[in-house]
């Protein structure tokens, strides 16, 4: 699709971004014999091909393997920038990373030898990820879908909503001040709206703070309603659709929905089930509608796929602790949903987060500028960063596909006040209080989690 | 006192989660019904469980030793717990229990040890004394599922070349541990600095002396 037919065909942009999970981890599969062979998909062609070796520190060689099921994991697993670069394992002898560092890290990471089946290497199926499966088949599979930055969370989260991140890694605290998409979007007329299924990742930014309190923040339970109902005068042009995010401190449902380790898939499979059947109830909207799905980085999984040739420079007024950053971090899976969106079809273009605010510049500017220097920078490089525009068609399909119900069988505890122990999880737990310090009563009604949050903290000093 | 302070106080006084610091066996890679030694350093006292089970496992202090001596490959897991939340770590033993039971070793190319000129690519294999039980010999060598090319391997003073369907048994009676060179040439394809293998690998048969 070209941008000319982009303006003329989608009227609603709706990104989720889950966390922490790359491409042969969830979407590998696809090739494999046995699960579809496809080999128009770049997925594992046979788990025991010796490009996929990952040598462990006793030497014995780890290959992907197959999940068992959707159990928890023991715990997180690296993605720091450190972690990363040893997981890519830049090698000069092959000129280029050879992505078999994984196991290491691992190990290394959690102090422990010998795994028979390491984490990292686990390979989900479709009976485990019916929802993912089914739209993967359904629509179009993005396979060159890389985090933008070879680091953890809140930098890539950052180039997702900014085009660039003024932070590499990820801090314990609040997030520094960037312009970011939501500017942009009023800059350009755009209506946009957040819906949120716990904490918003948008507290972290005291510049978001005033927005948090308004319509353009609702609750995830709100979408269905809002697209079946809502005037085409008032609905949002852009929609950021949020999971309730593991890191965050506080789940009223007792568990997060983001797909982080070590929770199972089974919740994200859940939720984004639930996103899609509540954009397709209104078929006369979802008929111009853009549905993207991808993850913010690979969360230390195995991918084959090497980074992309993206450099990245710290942008004016930031630092960056271990210097520029030469490439993009490794493949995440990408889903994009849509009439424009083909059955069973592969997009096979270099993406990252960037490339939906490069498609929002094509359908939102018709000067045909770029969404920002830093994009375009991206577009640029030696491994051009694409639009998303590109990877739809111009034509439309007419069917919806209905998610067969299906069992989901992974589990794990309720926990619904959880202490952080991470820096992502000190960053939540930093802006929720800081947020209810500067906004009161109004923070605590709309965010009723806070309350919750800060009544265990109530509970903690009496019990001290 | 003001609700942020309350939540700064939450976070400090829950912010110091439980831990485990380090859980290891030495060696991993054991004969059948062989000694080795689980050790740990955690936050708290823990709990010891294994898959399979071994009933003589359970409570354990934080930081402690235990030996063990598991017939098959076994999991081991660690957790421990203080207050809302636990953690927990694995790690696993392997078991050579078959004669000439078929163990691949290898190194990544991104290994300091890596070098390439001329023609050939090489990498040292590191099969560590603490990891790997003295008693596992080597029966043969070959190459592993998907090579297809012919390696030239080194290991405690002897060597050989190895091609695809011709394993060798020049090794036979050595310990796998210790240091092992493995040697490839390049194809027409391939140069230094583009296009070469990601990593070296051997199958090595192995199995256990009396």
């Known amino acids: ?73 023991p715990g997180d697993l690296p993605h720091d920038r450190q972690e990363v670069a040893s997981q890519m394992a830049y090698a000069g002898a092959a000129g280029g990373y050879v992505m078999n560092g994984f196991v290491q890290s691992y190990e290394l990471y959690s102090a422990t030898t010998g795994l028979p089946d390491p984490p990292p290497m686990r390979v989900m199926t479709p009976p485990l990820i019916p929802v993912t499966s089914f739209l993967a088949d359904q629509y179009v599979v993005c396979d060159h879908w890389h985090a933008p930055l070879p680091t953890s969370t ?20 609040l997030l520094p001040e960037q312009d ?106 979802w008929a111009k509608t853009l549905f993207a799905l991808s993850y913010d980085e690979h969360g230390g999984f195995f991918d084959h796929v090497p980074p992309l040739r993206v450099p990245m420079e710290a942008p004016a007024g930031a630092t960056f602790a271990a210097g520029p950053f030469t490439s993009t971090g490794p493949r995440v899976p990408a889903l994009l949903m849509s009439p424009y969106a083909p059955r069973r079809t592969v997009a096979h273009g270099l993406y990252d987060h960037t490339s939906l605010l490069q498609m929002l510049a094509d359908r939102f500017d018709n000067s045909g500028a770029p969404y920002s220097a830093h994009v375009e920078e991206r577009r640029q490089a030696d491994d051009p960063i694409g639009s998303v525009t590109e990877a739809l068609s111009p034509d439309a399909r ?4 209905r998610i067969p119900d299906a069992p989901l069988v992974g589990t794990a505890p309720l926990v619904s006040v959880r202490a952080p122990a991470t820096d992502s999880q000190r960053s939540f737990a930093t802006a929720a209080t800081a947020f209810a310090g500067a906004r009161g009563q109004d923070a605590l009604q709309k965010y009723p989690q806070i309350a919750q949050f800060l009544a265990a903290g109530s509970a903690v000093e009496d019990d001290a | ?49 294994s898959t399979p089970p071994d009933a003589t496992l359970g409570p354990v202090p934080a930081t402690g030793t235990r030996a063990v001596m598991p017939a098959a490959a076994t999991t081991y897991r660690l957790t421990v717990k203080r207050g809302w939340k636990t953690v927990s770590r694995d790690l696993g033993v392997e078991v050579v229990a078959a004669p000439a039971e078929a163990k691949t070793i290898g190194a990544s190319v991104a290994d300091p040890s890596t070098t390439c000129a001329g023609n050939t690519l090489a990498v040292t294999v590191t099969a560590p004394a603490s990891a790997w039980d003295a008693r596992i010999q080597v029966a043969t060598v070959g190459l592993a599922p998907g090579v297809d090319r012919t390696y030239h391997v080194e290991h405690a003073g002897r060597s050989a070349d190895v091609s695809p369907g011709a394993p060798s048994a020049a090794f036979a009676g050595l310990p796998v541990q210790g240091s092992w060179r493995l040697s490839t040439p390049l194809a027409p394809t391939e140069a230094c600095g583009r296009n070469v293998p990601r990593s070296l690998i051997i199958e090595v048969a192995s199995t256990c002396s009396r």
Not at chain 1, 160 to 169: C, K, P, Q
Request: one cysteine or more; glycine letters at 6%; aromatic letters at 10%.
């Open chain 1, 398 to 401: 007419a069917d919806i596909p």
């Open chain 1, 180 to 285: 970011l998409v939501f500017d942009w979007l009023d800059r350009h007329d755009v209506r946009w709206r957040v819906y949120s299924a716990g904490f918003s990742f948008f507290m972290l930014m005291p510049k978001m703070w005033p927005w948090l309190l308004t319509d353009r923040f609702r609750s995830a339970s709100r979408l269905a309603y809002d697209v079946q109902h809502e005037s085409s005068e008032t609905f949002p042009h852009v929609i950021f659709v949020e999971p309730d995010y593991h890191d965050s401190p506080v789940h009223l449902s007792g568990h997060g929905n983001d797909n982080h380790p070590p929770l199972p898939m089974s919740f994200g499979e859940v939720f984004v089930k639930a996103v899609y059947q509540a954009l397709t109830s209104n078929p006369a909207r």
């Open chain 1, 1 to 73: 699709m070209t941008p000319a037919e982009l303006r003329t065909r989608i009227d609603t942009f709706v990104f989720l971004m889950l966390e922490n999970r790359s491409f042969d981890h969830l979407l590998g599969h696809l090739r494999l014999p046995g699960f579809g062979g496809r080999a128009d998909v770049e997925g594992l062609t046979a788990l025991d091909n010796p490009d996929y070796a990952n040598p462990r520190a006793n030497a014995r060689i780890a290959y992907p393997f197959i999940a068992s099921d959707d159990a928890p994991f």
């Open chain 1, 154 to 173: 809140h930098p890539n989260r950052l180039m997702a909503v900014s085009g660039t991140s003024m932070i590499d890694r990820t801090p314990g605290g």
């Open chain 2, 1 to 49: 006192m003001t609700r942020t302070l309350r939540a700064s106080l939450l976070l400090c006084l829950l912010g110091c989660s439980p831990g485990i610091q380090g859980f290891r066996a030495e060696p991993n890679v054991i004969c059948s019904g062989a000694p080795t030694t689980l050790s740990w350093i955690a936050s708290d006292d823990g709990m010891l469980s």
